[in-house]
């Protein structure tokens, strides 16, 4: 009986290793050059939707440019994930660099595990671009090998309070942080530019997945603002507003691209109505040059692009035109792609890619969003909106 | 902080008090029984809180229920979450700790084993439902149910206080007035004499579980309604309730449920007071002052008598 389980388990298993191997003699056969592309960022935990909107949008991009026919060479797509925690980002770098057919990683996507994770990456002299890892400081403290492809929250924050100053003409804001790194690093910026601007702020911090919010949305109310700003992600914005709309606030509220995400509406319901959102992020099914890409994005994944869906694909397809031009030239070194990114120029869908010497992304533009009804409308540049 | 405020923030307290105090009880009884700190506990929850959202969005309409549909929602989702919560800690004892009962496990096993179920628990929630935070459907128009003091009370928190407060009085009379929880409570006393006296054990420690778990999953399904279900919900009110069942006296039933309250109180104060970041760092003063003066808890230990 037991002899017979185990021949019964043995045979597939058997039939499963030839098969294997058969690939694997295939592969190299043909002679082909493989590189990979790594993705490092939440592909599972809490803040998972955002690290799949990326996700998708690269390896849309692996996959076009692949079946393009331009390649003499094949890409593939390697995940890392830190599911957005700064503890698991050296491990999930550490996968990517191991890899020796790794040539550049997207990201790290979050602030937090960028800043852990840019020092390992510069020791192993591989590219890191994240297209959304916002903090300011992540391009001043001189990691070598990490670049920025989206404005910083210095531009988010200042977009937030010249809004709500220049548009809005409020006088009193309360500023309320997560106490993530993102989110005290964006609260930061939007209270001082606030306060530059002659606005009275009141700064609060309500830690991540606080069991009860009603709480702190009453502390928001008691002091009567105009407008409240929420530095965080929508998983924490989406009670929040259930509980500020219980609260009785009736001022302008305004998150964040944490928050940008359909998730906000769903987790808050008719409470997101009305919540102005901002980001770096352009929406691709509004502007025109994306419009192909978020069809062909929906064709794939039976769903609309999200945040930083554009983005990511958009850095994708440079670091592959790179990679592209470096294999023509006789073969791609992870230093050597370094160096050909932080000189790059590339005209993406969603906007013009380079980077100052500090790896700093030099396009600052800031986009706004109005949660109405079911959907997050696009509305526009801030600059354009302010006029 | 005006007088306006105070009860603005003690009813909010209030609200958050009792639903620790229902989680509480599931740590003090298990405890009472086993002296087993089950840290699993806060996964059966969390598993309350998933199956109240499950029974309802197989079920709720397309638009909002009113009158006595809302009724009926709310009693489905409750008793779905409270199902779900029993059924996983019956699983959880059979699985986990009663095997390490029969081996006469050291006490130490028993905690690495909680944790160790705890984790597992959750991580299986997040695969099985996924790891997004899901909204618990609208069971009723959500605005303000009455006014008191000034402070106003929506339907959820109204909700809350009252099924919290039935389910304490309920089962203070299941412990205190009925066969089985005499069984409970004189195998808290003295699990030996209580065999001797012809009291199956294993059947007590069994239905003391699911008594808990029953609690927790109800518990789960109103913290779900006021905020919202995720796979890690668990971890924090989780911590909280256990220090609340230390505040109150562990392994007391009564213990519990005030140390329950006096710690949602606490925390939302000082939240009012002093801001969100400031929440737990009042909470635990608290609970070190009362431990420094009453080390046993405000009531006292144990279930049947004092140590």
């Known amino acids: 009986m037991l002899n017979k389980t185990i021949v019964k388990l043995a045979i597939p298993m058997a039939v499963g290793a030839l098969a294997l191997t058969g690939c694997g003699g295939g592969d190299s056969g043909s002679g082909g050059d493989v590189y990979k592309i790594a993705f490092q960022g939440p592909l599972s935990g809490d803040n998972v939707q955002l690290g799949q909107n990326m996700e998708n949008g690269i390896q849309l991009a692996i996959e076009q440019a692949n079946a393009s026919g331009d390649l003499d060479f094949k890409i593939e797509y390697v995940p890392a994930d830190d599911q957005g925690l700064p503890d698991k980002a050296t491990a999930a770098a550490q996968k990517a660099i191991d890899d020796t057919d790794v040539v550049a990683v997207i990201g790290p996507a979050f602030s937090g595990p960028a800043d852990t994770a840019a020092e390992v990456y510069g020791a192993a002299g591989l590219a890191a671009v994240s297209a959304s890892a916002t903090r300011p400081d992540l391009t001043t403290k001189g990691y070598e090998t990490f670049l920025r492809a989206v404005p910083n929250d210095s531009s988010q924050g200042a977009g937030m309070a010249k809004y709500l100053t220049s548009k809005l003409k409020v006088e009193k804001v309360v500023v309320v942080d997560d106490k993530t790194d993102y989110g005290i690093g964006l609260a930061d910026v939007a209270e001082k530019s606030l306060k530059d601007a002659g606005v009275d702020v009141v700064r609060q911090s309500v830690p991540q997945k606080t069991p009860d919010y009603s709480a702190a949305a009453k502390n928001v109310v008691k002091n009567k603002p105009d407008a409240l700003i929420y530095a965080g992600y929508y998983q924490d914005a989406g009670p929040f507003a259930k509980k500020l709309k219980e609260a009785g606030f009736d001022g302008v509220a305004m998150s964040d691209d944490g928050t940008n995400d359909q998730q906000f509406i769903e987790l808050a319901g008719d409470a997101s109505d009305g919540w102005l959102l901002t980001c770096a992020c352009t929406d691709a099914t509004q502007e025109e040059a994306t419009k192909k890409f978020a069809a062909d994005y929906e064709k794939k994944y039976k769903q609309a692009p999200g945040t930083y869906s554009p983005e990511s694909f958009d850095v994708t397809n440079m670091i592959i035109e790179e990679i592209k031009k470096l294999h023509e030239e006789g073969g791609v070194e992870r230093q050597a792609l370094v160096d050909a990114l932080r000189g790059v120029k590339y005209k993406g869908l969603t906007k013009e890619f380079s980077f100052d010497d500090k790896g700093e992304f030099t396009n600052q533009t800031v986009y706004l969003y109005q949660v109405k009804g079911d959907s997050i409308e696009y509305q526009g540049s801030v600059d354009d909106l302010v006029g | ?307």
């Open chain 2, 1 to 307: 902080m005006s007088l306006s405020e105070f009860w603005d923030f003690l009813v909010l307290g209030v609200v958050l008090g009792s639903l620790y105090a229902v989680i509480a009880i599931g740590y003090t009884l298990v405890y009472g029984v086993l002296q087993l700190l089950n840290f699993a506990h806060s996964e059966v929850f969390m598993f309350g809180g998933y199956g109240g959202l499950l029974a309802l969005t197989a079920l709720i309409p397309e638009t909002t229920p009113s009158g006595m549909n809302s009724v009926l929602y709310v009693a489905i989702g409750m008793l779905a979450g409270a199902a779900l919560g029993g059924a996983v800690a019956f699983g959880l004892e059979r699985v986990a700790y009663r095997p390490l009962r029969r081996h006469n496990a050291p006490r130490l096993v028993f905690l690495i084993t909680a944790i160790g179920a705890s984790f597992f628990l959750y991580n299986l929630a997040g695969k099985l439902f996924g790891r997004n935070a899901l909204p618990m459907p609208a069971m009723y128009e959500n605005g303000t149910a009455l006014t008191v003091f000034g402070a106003e009370l929506t339907v959820t928190q109204l909700l809350i206080l009252v099924s919290a407060v039935a389910m304490m009085v309920l089962l203070d009379y299941v412990v205190n007035r009925t066969k089985m929880g005499s069984g409970i409570r004189a195998v808290a006393q003295d699990p030996e004499v209580a065999a001797l006296m012809g009291v199956d054990i294993d059947k007590v420690v069994s239905r003391t579980f699911v008594l808990g778990g029953l609690l927790g999953g109800a518990a789960g399904f109103l913290f779900g309604t006021n905020s919202q279900v995720w796979y890690t919900m668990g971890f924090l009110p989780g911590i909280t309730a256990f220090a609340a069942a230390v505040l109150g006296g562990i392994g007391n039933v009564r213990g519990a449920m005030l140390g329950g309250l006096v710690l949602g109180v606490v925390e939302t104060m000082t939240v009012g007071l002093w801001g969100d970041d400031w929440r737990y760092v009042g909470a635990f003063v608290v609970l070190v002052l009362v431990l420094m003066v009453r080390p046993t808890g405000i009531l006292g230990e144990r279930l049947g008598r004092t140590a």
